[in-house]
């Protein structure tokens, strides 16, 4: 039986002893609850516990759930593949999308966010490891997509998101999360205003902290395994 409350509280501990390790305040760190394949009424019991950033991958479901939970102080990340002709759905129901790694997409996201909704947050994917399979676009193309969103009415910058290449090595690890978090400097350092790196997982949280991560995207060590 998973208790939901006692494993959010386990995770927020971990971040919690993360950041102290490497004197960052914890409340620099923010917490995404991924919720993919599991049930609007567990979102329901760590909405009850406090949580407010939820993650989810497969649109058409994730949907089902935003409509459960309407009225609910969500705040809905769109953390999956994104397909172009499905942008709207992400557009008209998402507070954040993280997972922006091409220019059409950036273009379509932009005119179809409501005008009546505050601008989106976006984060884009890396393909920090440069795998043949991966989404995400390369550290090369940042700078051009990143102007993109920037002046794109609608859409706000907020930062970059990657997801590792599996290894068992700490090290391999920790490698990627610093090119990612170099990348992001490089873009501050360039002038756009963005506040957030997304990356580590239940397995690997330490060790983005420690490279600079400032939101952690937990699902299993929340929610249980996924079936
Ligand atoms: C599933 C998923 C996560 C959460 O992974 P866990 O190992 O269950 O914590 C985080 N980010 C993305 C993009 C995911 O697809």
């Known amino acids: 039986m998973t208790d939901i409350p006692t494993r959010l509280q386990a995770v927020r501990e971990r ?10 305040p914890t409340d620099s ?46 705040e809905w990340h769109f953390i999956g593949r994104i397909q172009s ?14 997972t922006v790694d091409r220019a059409r997409v950036v273009r379509r996201l932009g005119q179809q966010r409501p005008t009546d909704r505050p601008p989106l947050n976006v984060l884009l994917q890396v393909n920090i490891d440069a795998e043949e399979q991966k989404a995400g676009a390369l550290p ?23 997801i590792p290449q599996v290894s068992d090595d700490p090290a391999v690890q920790a490698a990627s999360a610093r090119r990612l978090r170099q990348a992001f400097d490089a873009l501050r350092a360039s002038g756009f205003g963005i506040d957030t790196l997304s990356i580590g997982m239940s397995g690997d949280l330490e060790a983005a902290i420690a490279e600079g991560s400032t939101m952690v995207r937990i699902g299993t060590a929340i929610f249980g395994e996924r079936v």
């Open 85 to 98: 002709n499905k942008t709207r759905d992400i557009a008209e129901n998402f507070d954040w999308v993280q």
């Open 140 to 162: 090369a193309a940042l700078p051009e997509l990143a102007r993109l969103v920037a002046d794109t009415p609608g859409l706000r910058l907020r930062g970059l998101m990657a």
């Open 15 to 24: 971040i919690a002893a993360a950041a102290r390790a490497t004197n960052q």
């Open 29 to 74: 760190i923010s917490l995404l609850a991924v919720s993919k394949k599991k049930p609007a009424g567990d979102i329901r019991a760590a909405l009850a516990a406090g949580q407010r950033a939820f993650g989810e991958n497969y649109l058409q479901e994730a949907l089902e759930k935003i409509e459960q939970l309407a009225g609910e102080p969500v």
